[in-house]
């Protein structure tokens, strides 16, 4: 497999996925597809670091698949044995089966626990690893022993084995690191449609011709042509023309911007009207869009994975263990057996090395930390699936754990606390006209445009079904407003500018102007033959259950904070209206993940919640990053959790929820450790003055009540109910 050559030509097309680098499609052989979708690589490395994380997750799938498919007949047929529902004479063949369904995946998907013990081995540590590969092989090897006791024909015994529970074990641990992987996916996923925002080619002036080029090859200084509707290629500075660019995707501005000769443009914002000549100033790594890029996979990176309590606890506890049962199968070989003769005896112990073995085992076993290893995911599985039930997507039992720690919040402002869309907020008759008659005359005029105010007016007027009479001579202008002639009068809608320059006098409205400025609102006046008759204004307004969410968050002890690429002054009148009082205007992208970053470093523990693409490397940054579920692709990916009914009151569900998920974990560990550690003593023979040793089968049977206590306590949180 040979390097594909990187695109130097116009008709290369496609971008590899990892680096952003064009490829030439004729020539390459590295391509891959995945999700039905085929992309192509400039390189070895790119290639395996795109697919390495797509093998990881197939073949986490296909072992958690085998393991319970051979798994759930092992336990099936186990229980059968147990409760006696076969005959006795197909005891030992039904105990064979068991082994020869439990023992491929001891050795097959299990393969993976016993290398990690041996990493942790090698590093002089011990790990969750080493507790599976150690309780498993434990209840694994003593069910061999017993099972070929049975079959060299060895009397007395009891036939119970313990093979099904290393198997199910194994499984459901798996099954929590396949659900990991696919979060480590989507993260993965949030970088690859950031990438995709980047528009392909560019429409350079050379010459006086317009050519369309590869985006990567347009220079510094190149005049590149966008016309309406067409994403910018680069940033840049007009040259000529004027229209108005939707730049939400980066600033967080519902409303969209005014451009004309001079004004600076963002690359993969969208021009929305007129046909824009752009100089281009930074290219390449150095546009907006890629800054965002490296700033979602620089937060990425740079998150440290959780140190699991129970990894904690595994490098104390297995070393003990493990001494445990080698210093008591020592005192009964050496001076045990000679002592307590004729209990063992009583046992069925009549040798010293059998009785250090049958004291090494119980130990073993009794310490078993099968519960302790899905003690986690098993709390984690039904908090996540009682989340997506109440329509909150948690991505991986990390965010969980982090989102019960959040000490501070912060919201994106527009599409988030807001609607993201214009509203008419105010109407303001002058002349003696009504409201209706103003509202239908903006209507009328503003019916031919495409410009957001102009749609929201038209919605209004829809929604009060009042009449719009058809206009003619209709003309947008760009940066000022609207002209057009509704029932033979020449109206005009637009900004102050816009009146000004034709030379209508405001009179007395300037105070109407002022105040519906003052609270963060864009007045549009409008006028009929040279008068002003009346002045219409516009915002973007809170959603529904904002301010709810916000003083439920407060009730709860967590800071409040609205964070906005938006105007300062509009920001503290939305802030005004929910209580808010820490604000973070004018902010940004990176500027954004910056604040997170101020807000962490003063110790803080942060969730961002956002809906924008603006908002990714702020949600990458957070330690919980919340995102809406009707908000972009970018945002759902580089989130950790999604609301998916776009409710902010699932903001303090989805921490309440994380509340009650770790505290069944703290609870879960409690009990995988309190029926095993706390008869560890019992299974070293502190008892036997008492006539009392522990067998193995008694303590398999603690183990899986041990077991058995943690999946009843997670199942518990089925009761958990989101409403506030």
């Known amino acids: 497999m040979t390097d594909a050559r990187v695109a130097t030509r116009e008709d290369a097309m496609a971008v590899d996925p990892v680096c952003g680098m064009y490829v030439d499609e004729s020539t390459s052989q590295l391509t891959a597809t995945v999700g039905g979708r085929r992309y192509y690589f400039c390189s070895t490395t790119c290639r395996q670091t795109f697919l390495e994380p797509e093998r990881e997750l197939r073949k986490l799938r296909t072992l958690v698949v085998l393991s319970f498919a051979l798994a ?16 006795d004479a197909w005891m030992l063949p039904l105990t064979v089966a068991v082994f020869l369904l439990a023992t491929p995946v001891q050795f097959g998907p299990g393969l993976r626990f016993y290398r990690g013990t041996l990493d942790a081995v090698r590093n002089r540590s011990a790990n969750m690893d080493v507790l599976i590969a150690m309780g498993t092989t434990a209840a694994w090897g003593y069910s061999t022993a017993v099972l070929t006791a049975l079959l060299l024909g060895v009397r007395g015994l009891d036939p119970s084995t313990y093979f099904d529970t290393g198997a199910i074990i194994i499984g459901l641990i798996l099954l929590g690191k396949y659900f990991e992987e696919i979060a480590k996916g989507r993260a993965s996923e949030a970088l690859r449609k950031l990438m995709d925002l980047q528009p392909r080619t560019a429409k350079v002036l050379r010459e006086g011709r317009e050519e369309d080029v590869p985006v990567e090859l347009v220079q510094i200084d190149d005049v590149v042509v966008v016309r309406p509707g067409e994403r910018v290629p680069v940033d840049g500075i007009v040259v000529d023309g004027s229209s108005s660019v939707d730049e939400s995707m980066v600033t967080g501005e519902s409303m969209p911007i005014d451009k004309d000769a001079g004004a600076r443009v963002i690359g993969a914002t969208v021009n929305r009207s007129g046909l824009l000549r752009i100089r281009a100033t930074r290219v390449g790594k150095d546009t907006t869009l890629s800054q965002i890029i490296q700033l979602v996979e620089d937060a990425q ?8 309590f129970a990894d904690r606890v595994a490098a104390v506890f297995v070393p003990a263990v493990i001494t445990a049962a080698v210093v008591a199968a020592a005192y009964w070989y050496f001076l045990g057996f000679a002592a307590w003769r004729s209990l063992l005896a009583a046992y069925g112990l009549h040798a010293p090395i059998t009785s250090a073995l049958f004291v090494f085992v119980a130990v073993i076993i009794i310490a078993c930390p099968c519960a302790l290893g899905i003690a986690t995911p098993t709390a984690i599985m039904v908090g996540t699936g009682k989340g997506a039930e109440a329509g909150l997507l948690i991505k991986g039992g990390e965010y969980l754990e982090k989102a019960e720690k959040v000490t501070a919040i912060v919201f994106d402002k527009t599409g988030t606390l ?22 239908s005359l903006a209507a009328s005029a503003e019916h031919g445009s495409e410009h957001p105010i102009g749609q929201a007016i038209v919605q209004l007027a829809e929604e009060r079904h009042l009449a719009i009479p058809e206009a003619t001579e209709f003309e947008a202008l760009p940066g000022l407003g609207v002209r057009a002639r509704v029932q033979g009068a020449l109206a005009l809608l637009g900004n102050r500018k816009l009146i000004e320059e034709t030379g209508i006098s405001l009179g007395d409205v300037e105070p109407a102007i002022h105040r519906l400025e003052q609270d963060g609102k864009t007045a549009i006046l409008i006028a009929a033959d040279r008068r002003l008759v009346g002045v219409v204004g516009v915002s973007d307004t809170l959603k529904d259950n904002s301010k709810a969410a916000v003083d439920a968050l407060r009730g709860m002890g967590i800071r409040v904070l609205m964070l906005t690429g938006d105007n300062r002054r509009t920001a503290e009148a939305i802030a ?28 803080a523990i942060v969730a961002m919640v956002g809906d924008g693409i603006n908002d990714a490397p702020a949600l990458a940054q957070a330690d919980v990053g919340i995102a809406l579920g009707s908000g972009t692709d970018v945002a759902m990916e580089a989130g950790g959790i999604v609301l998916i009914k776009d409710d902010l009151r699932d903001v303090v569900a989805s921490i309440r929820l994380s509340k009650r998920t770790v505290r069944k974990i703290k609870s879960n560990l ?3 450790f309190f029926y095993n550690t706390a008869l560890i003593p019992v299974a070293a023979g502190v008892l036997a003055g008492f006539g009392i040793l522990l067998d193995p089968i008694l303590a398999g049977a603690a183990m899986g009540f041990s077991s058995a206590s943690v999946v009843t306590n ?3 949180l089925k009761r958990f109910r989101a409403e506030l």
């Open 714 to 716: 997670s199942l518990l």
């Open 301 to 308: 990176r740079a998150r440290a994975p959780i140190q699991r």
């Open 418 to 439: 807001t609607r993201g869309t214009p509203s008419v907020t105010d109407i303001v008759p002058l002349l003696g006209q009504t409201e209706e008659s103003i509202l």
């Open 670 to 672: 409690f009990w995988a």
């Open 72 to 87: 759930i007949p092992a336990f099936l047929l186990s229980l059968a044995t147990e409760l006696r529902w076969t005959p």
């Open 576 to 603: 005004g209206q929910l209580g808010v009082t820490e604000v973070l205007a004018e902010v940004l992208p990176g500027e954004k993940a910056n604040k997170i970053r101020e807000l962490q470093e003063s110790g």
